[in-house]
């Protein structure tokens, strides 16, 4: 998928929520209570190794967490810039399957 068509997605996704009234009458708190539910569908996804269930519960964090950020005045894509340049240059190592940061290991 290139950058113009995850730039489409996100702008529909937004559409979507603002449609709905989902950004104007819920709050980040309660949007948080709807990720929380999204990533347990996802722990029982990949629990069960159900590769389509876990990849619409990836989506479904990905949309409940465009909303937050929309909710706070930011853009999904301006976080995921912003994770990634935090993360670009670290240093680590893989610790019981986990990635340790270098100056947390």
Known sequence: ????????????????????????QSTPIQQLAKLTEELGELAAALVRMRDLDAKDAIGDCAVVLTIIADQLG?????????AYEEIKDR?????????VKAEDA
Do not use: N, P, S, Y
């Open 1 to 24: 998928m290139t950058d113009t068509e995850l730039g489409t997605v996100w702008h529909r996704i937004r559409r979507w929520a603002a449609d709905r009234d989902i950004v104007e």
């Open 74 to 82: 930011m853009a999904i894509e301006d976080c995921v810039d912003c």
């Open 91 to 99: 240093r680590g190592r893989m610790v019981d399957g986990v990635w």
